[in-house]
Each structure stands twice: as structure tokens, then as C-alpha cells.
């Protein structure tokens, strides 16, 4: 079971770089997320998606930019790269059907450092 | 909006200690509160949920209490060991089905 795959798991990236996360997840769960944590910090939302077409933006969106053209796959884009969006980013997915709220299943996250 | 406040660390212990973890939350209606778990090196794993009021979520010898009249759902375990060393994250979800998490905890064991 490979539940919620991220890649890469590091990538050093110069100001300005472009740069995409890939996710995929084999659950068939219907909704999608990234989150950022930065060092000592609490996750924070930057985007999400509740089906395939369909994506939202969370608390810090700024810098980011997502698709979702797939139920499996939720990359996550960089234009722009700035030392702000160093980080270590998760992935994660969950199935969520009316007022049920399924667990969240994470990746083992990717660590970006912008130099 | 939502939002979820946890005593800071790090918390150390010694093996066999008893744990408490702060938790409180600012929220309206009627949230769904879990507590997640991260090793180093590791994504968040859920640990235990509790999803209405007076509700007891378990696992792994830890719990935790949804107590409504006091909005806290406060991380308990009776005897650490050095394998429980990791961050331990409060989170709530509400109507939006988003996860709002707290800050984090980090619990470190000593031998």
C-alpha cells in the first residue's frame, strides 16, 4: 500500500526557480491538500481540493499554485521561488462524504530550501 | 475562524513518566478533535479522535477527553517511553473540512 506519495523529498532551489511537488495518492479519496511547516510551527494550509477539477485556496496561498485534473495525482507549483517559501511541505488526502470527516493521510513530506 | 492553542515545548521527561499535553480550541458549532502524531523524519500519523462532546479517543496507551464545557481536548499518557519522543499535534475539524492544527508539542523521553 503506497498510500500518499511525495516527491522530491529535497530540493535545493535558487531565488527565481520554478519549481513542482508532485502528490499521489491510491486511496480513491476525494480531497486533497498542502500544507507547509515551517521550522518549530504548526502546519499551515496553502491549498486543497475536494474533487478532481475542483481546487481552493487555504490560509497562505501566495507564491503557489495547484491542479487537480486527476482523483489521484495534486502537484503543487513554485513560480517564483523566494527564501519565504522554505519549508517542509506535506501532501495529504482524505475521504470525505456529507458530514463525515475521514482521516487524513499523509506523505512523508519534501524539504525545499530557496538560497 | 477556527483555531487550536498547545502548551509549548519541549516537554522532557524520564521513561515511565506521566504525560499531559495541553490542548484548547476556539471554535463554532460542533468540531471533530483529533490528536496527530509525527516521528522525526516522518509525515503525521493519526493518533486518536474524539468526535463529539464526552467522548474518549485511545490508542497506544494515550487518551484524551472532548470537553465541551471547557473546549479542551488535553493529551494523556500514564507511562512514556522513549519511542513516544516526537512532535504531537492538536487539530480540529469543523464544517469546512479543513484541519486546523495547533503548533505542535514536542515530547522528548530520556532513558
Known amino acids: 500500500n503506497a498510500g500518499v506519495t511525495q516527491t522530491p523529498k529535497f530540493r535545493i532551489l535558487k531565488i527565481g526557480q520554478s519549481m513542482t511537488l508532485q502528490c499521489a495518492q491510491d486511496?480513491?479519496?476525494?480531497?486533497m491538500y498542502w500544507y507547509r511547516q515551517d521550522p518549530g510551527m504548526g502546519l499551515k494550509l496553502i491549498y486543497y481540493?475536494?474533487?478532481?477539477?475542483?481546487?481552493d485556496k487555504g490560509e497562505v496561498p501566495n507564491g503557489y499554485n495547484v491542479s487537480r485534473s486527476t482523483t489521484e495525482d495534486f502537484p503543487l507549483r513554485l513560480e517564483l521561488a523566494a527564501p519565504s517559501q522554505t519549508s517542509v511541505y506535506f501532501c495529504?488526502?482524505?475521504?470525505?462524504?456529507?458530514?463525515?470527516?475521514?482521516?487524513?493521510?499523509f506523505g512523508e513530506g519534501s524539504r525545499l530550501t530557496v538560497l | 475562524g477556527d483555531s487550536v492553542t498547545q502548551m509549548e515545548g519541549p516537554v522532557t521527561l524520564s521513561e515511565e513518566a506521566f504525560l499531559t499535553i495541553n490542548c484548547t480550541y476556539t471554535?463554532?458549532?460542533?468540531?471533530?478533535l483529533f490528536w496527530y502524531v509525527q516521528y522525526p523524519g516522518e509525515g503525521l500519523q493519526l493518533l486518536l479522535k474524539?468526535?463529539?462532546?464526552?467522548d474518549k479517543g485511545s490508542n497506544k496507551g494515550f487518551e484524551a477527553t472532548y470537553r465541551k464545557e471547557t473546549t479542551s481536548f488535553h493529551l494523556e499518557k500514564g507511562s512514556v517511553q522513549v519511542s513516544d519522543s516526537a512532535v504531537y499535534f492538536c487539530?480540529?475539524?469543523?464544517?469546512?473540512?479543513?484541519?486546523?492544527f495547533g503548533g505542535g508539542t514536542r515530547l522528548m523521553v530520556k532513558p
Open positions: 495529504a488526502s482524505s475521504y470525505v462524504q456529507g458530514a463525515v470527516f475521514g482521516e487524513l493521510f
Open positions: 486511496m480513491n479519496h476525494n480531497y
Open positions: 481540493s475536494v474533487g478532481a477539477g475542483i481546487t
Open positions: 471554535a463554532t458549532g460542533y468540531p471533530s
Open positions: 474524539a468526535t463529539k462532546a464526552d
Open positions: 487539530a480540529l475539524i469543523n464544517a469546512g473540512n479543513m484541519l486546523t
